[in-house]
């Protein structure tokens, strides 16, 4: 009986740690299965949440491209009218550089070939309008030289009337060439100049006569006065006692 109870007590002891080691093992495989349990809730609510996440950005997504959508669709609107206007203004400039007919009735004008006419008409304006300002310049530069031959003939002529003057009355020699002087220091420009070269050398050898005859004068004894002296005694000579 001692050793049946020996063997049975072996035997509880053998089965209690058995039954240990399987609640022990439970237990661990309870822990790991709750720790998982938790890691995949955990996994689980973050795939939740970013899928969420990802919901909403598709949904901005599509608001956004509905929305480009309408865009693009008002650009292409304004794009179509825009062109139309392009195409309008395109023919009402070749209207107006190709004039009614056109150039090339069996083909149509090219983007190049309308750059190169609008090209040709505005270098043809801009020549156009420099040979106007150029003719403009030239017809004031002549009317300025009108002007300045009127204003030398005037002067020339007021110095020539002062000169015959001088001849007309009994001036001596002195008087004479004080106008003569004037006359040449006159400014004036061509044609003037030239006239005025011709006066002055008439009168340069009218005074180089009378001042020839002024000394002759003296030399043979005849004295002259201030009224004897001059142009006028050529005219009208008479002597001095």
Known sequence: ISALQKGYSQVLCQTLSERNSEITSLKNEGENLRRDKAITSGMVS???KELLTKDEEIERLKQEVNQLKSENKEKDHQLEALSSRLEHFRSQVIKAT???VKPFLDK???????IEKITQV???N???QQKKWTLQKE??????????IIENMEKLKASLDRCQACMKMSCCSRDLKKEVDMLQNLQVSPPVLGLQKVVLDILR??????EETERLLRDVGIQLSSSD????LFFFPHVVA
């Open 139 to 148: 017809t004031q530069l002549s009317n300025s030289k009108q002007e300045a």
């Open 46 to 48: 973050s795939l939740q």
């Open 122 to 124: 505005t270098e043809d």
């Open 108 to 114: 149509p004008i090219t983007d190049q070939q309308l």
């Open 98 to 100: 190709y004039g009614r």
């Open 126 to 128: 801009i020549n156009f």
């Open 229 to 232: 002296t001059g142009c006028h």
């Open 205 to 210: 050898l009218s005074l180089s006569w009378l």
